[in-house]
């Protein structure tokens, strides 16, 4: 069978400020303190003060409202049209995308679920800092967000066997943390102690949760000097495998020319076949568009491709006015027609460290990295956490047997006419591709291919 393979992770170290509490405490976590109210007995009838009122429910201190709303009860809507537009913004914040000379590969929704984590953790300026960014409005609404796409890809991916994706979350707290009681409550699965101190055996512990959610395609992720000073890890893994719904054949594969630029060429292994395919073109972005699909057609990958006269200026406008309105609206306008489909052989992997801080920092976060300012006692009233370092590894292999792949580019003022019968979709040039679930509108994984000699051997 053919398949293809694509696996992600996102992590994020939070450390302690160089003013956190020199006490280590290490006995099981207790509430904080509140008001005790007598429980048996009755105020006088004669009195006029009201009684007071009952002790706030623990989950209720960890994320406010929830008393008023079951946080296990999955979203009616699957829009999350919300974490495309995020995703792409942190695209154009960490790609050069105005270069010629480098590929890039990341998962939008991977960092969009650590840094949620991040958020459910966090209050005050640091809380709304990031709800800003992620665009959510409170924490119950965010956590329901949250749930619903795991409930969504869980209960698919146990009454599906045509792909594999597969999500895992974990925050790791060094035992030296007390943590709020209400977490346990709200997070069961996900919350993990370890004893930092001992870097190997935490590392491995860590390393050993990533292998296991990636099938092995990230073995090793972090080393143990990672865990200097750090009193929490927060960790998302996403993989993903699958087989394309119309596959192509290894001996149609040839040598072609894909070319980075008008003057800089190479030539590499150049896939095809001809099929009916979803096709159509965005006047908007200048790009034209391409959707092949998986098996089961739960999820697709979509290439917005440029005229390939439009050169290194098409790809960069392209990418300056993509936004996830636009993007929706652009695979939502394909229809069916006969094509003949080229499109290269490729592997790409990225290890994206402190960028990823400098991307939030330009959208907006900035506490959340500051030992200073930064709040997050939801978590724990007595550790100064702040985020201090953070890691995201990204692998994509693209071949006959099943790939995940998309190309966009675009002129600002630019526009195509709608062909009455296209007859050849050639990606021989810079593109965008990404891995889109078509149920929820969700970019899972996102990508630029533009220098053959930058990208490891297919």
């Known amino acids: 069978m053919t398949t293809t393979t694509t696996t992600m992770l996102t992590l994020l170290l939070l450390t ?26 009755t105020p006088p009838t004669t009195s006029t003060t009201p009684p007071p009122p009952p002790p706030t429910s623990s989950i209720e201190e960890c994320i406010p409202g929830s008393m008023h709303s079951d946080l296990n009860v999955p979203e009616d809507s699957t829009d999350l049209s919300h974490i495309t ?42 809380a709304d800092q990031i709800a800003d960014v992620l665009r959510v409005t409170d924490k119950v609404a965010a956590l329901k967000s949250w749930r619903t796409v795991e409930f969504l890809y869980k209960m698919r991916q146990a009454n599906q066997t045509s792909y594999t994706f597969n999500v895992a979350n974990r925050a790791y707290f060094d035992e030296s943390v007390s943590l709020r009681p209400c977490l346990k409550d709200i997070f069961p699965a996900e919350l993990a102690r370890l004893n930092f101190a001992n870097s190997e055996v935490a590392a491995t512990e ?46 149609a594969t040839t040598k072609e020319l894909f070319y980075s630029s008008p003057e800089d060429m190479t030539f590499v292994d150049m896939m095809r076949q001809k099929g009916n395919f979803r096709y159509g073109v965005s ?119 099943g790939t995940e792949a998309a190309a966009a580019t675009a002129l600002i003022s630019w526009r195509i006419a709608r062909p009455v019968s296209p007859t050849k979709f050639l990606a021989n040039h810079p593109f965008l591709f990404l891995i889109y679930d078509n149920l929820t509108q969700n970019v899972l994984f996102l990508g630029a291919y533009k220098n053959p000699k930058a990208a490891l051997k297919a």
């Open 283 to 401: 006047e908007e972005l200048g790009a034209s568009i391409l959707e092949l699909p998986y098996t089961g057609e739960a999820v697709s990958m979509y290439i917005l491709l440029p005229p390939f006269m439009s050169g290194k200026d098409g790809f960069s406008a392209m990418v300056e006015r993509l936004n996830g309105s636009l993007l929706h609206q652009a695979i939502s306008n394909t229809w069916r027609t006969q094509l003949e489909v080229v499109i290269p052989k490729f592997k790409l992997e990225e290890m994206i460290e402190n960028e990823l801080i400098v991307a939030l920092n330009n959208m907006g976060v900035n506490d959340l990295f500051d030992p200073l300012v930064a709040d997050m006692t939801t978590f724990s009233e007595t550790a100064s956490l702040s985020v201090g370092r953070s890691i995201h590894r990204a692998f994509v292999e693209v071949s006959e047997e």
């Open 206 to 251: 860590i390393n050993n949760f990533v292998s296991n959610a990636t099938k092995g395609r990230i073995p090793k992720l972090l080393e143990p000097s990672h865990l200097e000073n750090a009193k929490m890890v927060l960790v998302n893994a996403a993989f993903f495998k699958g087989v394309w719904l119309y596959q192509f054949k290894e001996s």
């Open 16 to 41: 302690l400020t160089t003013t956190h509490l020199t006490q280590a405490v290490t006995t099981t976590p207790t509430i904080p303190t509140t008001t005790q109210y007598p429980t048996t007995t």
């Open 85 to 126: 537009d995020f995703g792409l913004d942190l695209f154009k914040q960490l790609f050069p995308y105005n270069a010629t000379h480098k590929n890039f590969f990341f998962s939008p929704y991977s960092v969009w679920s650590a840094l949620s984590l991040a958020y459910f953790g966090a209050g005050g300026n640091t």
